[in-house]
């Protein structure tokens, strides 16, 4: 079944507390980008990457790290969490970006820092 | 901002009824995409629109577009209670990597 996994789906943390969020999906997309959405705001993206090893940010980068060596994962780094970034987090894959960027979202990570 | 803007905010319906939404935005486009996303789940990818096409049918869906206007609407017919969610619209320019999207507009269906 093609979809976007992404892990943890709930994570309660402290702050400065390192954590990793994974997502990985089995479309063989090469566009993959990271979202929070918080209520009132909408979906914000952080970052997105458009291929293996090409990554850029997005409108709320701040605090967040992501990597993408293999085409299938994109993982966002939180390295020191502060409250601010609890929010409902959700990672999304995409082909043929340049001509249409139809995507496709995970079920979301809902994600709460104290 | 190439950011969609939805309206209403809220629309609250009756099964059978036919729900509109519409979406605003502000600089040119290469498409508009529709998305749903029942409460707090994953967004489900629903219509695109090109730029050159003015109207497009999906089953009960129906998306217009207005590039004079930079506006667009989505119409579900004959509405059913599984159709609350929250609907987003998503204007693709040209910016590579880039898709925004709006703060939504919260639909509810009574059965």
């Known amino acids: 079944e093609a979809q976007v996994t992404q892990n943890p789906r709930y994570l309660i943390t402290v702050t400065g507390k390192k954590l990793t969020v994974t997502c990985s999906q089995n479309m063989n997309h090469e566009y993959m980008s990271w979202y929070r959405q918080d209520p009132g705001l909408g979906l914000r993206q952080i970052y997105y990457?458009?291929?293996?090893?090409?990554?850029d940010k997005g409108d709320v980068p701040e605090g967040y790290k992501v990597s993408r060596k293999e085409k299938r994962n994109f993982p966002l780094i939180l390295e020191s969490p502060s409250p601010n970034q609890t929010s409902l987090y959700f990672c999304?894959?995409?082909?043929?970006?340049?001509?249409?960027?139809?995507?496709?979202f995970g079920e979301g990570s809902r994600l709460t820092v104290l | 901002s190439q950011q969609g803007e939805e309206d209403p905010q809220a629309l609250s319906i009756q099964e059978g009824e036919n729900a509109t939404m519409n979406c605003s935005y502000k600089?040119?486009?290469?498409?508009l995409q529709w998305y749903r996303q029942n409460s707090g789940r994953g967004l489900v990818h629903l219509i695109l629109?090109?730029?050159?096409?003015r109207e497009k049918h999906s089953g009960r869906l129906r998306v217009t577009l207005d590039t004079s206007k930079k506006s667009s609407s989505l119409l579900i017919t004959a509405s059913r209670a599984a159709d609350t969610a929250s609907y987003f619209c998503a204007p693709r320019g040209s910016t590579l990597g880039r898709l925004y999207f709006g703060r939504g507009t919260q639909l509810t269906v009574w059965p």
């Open positions: 990457s458009m291929n293996v090893e090409v990554t």
């Open positions: 629109i090109r730029s050159n096409e």
């Open positions: 600089t040119s486009i290469n498409n």
């Open positions: 999304a894959s995409g082909t043929g970006f340049l001509e249409a960027g139809e995507l496709f």
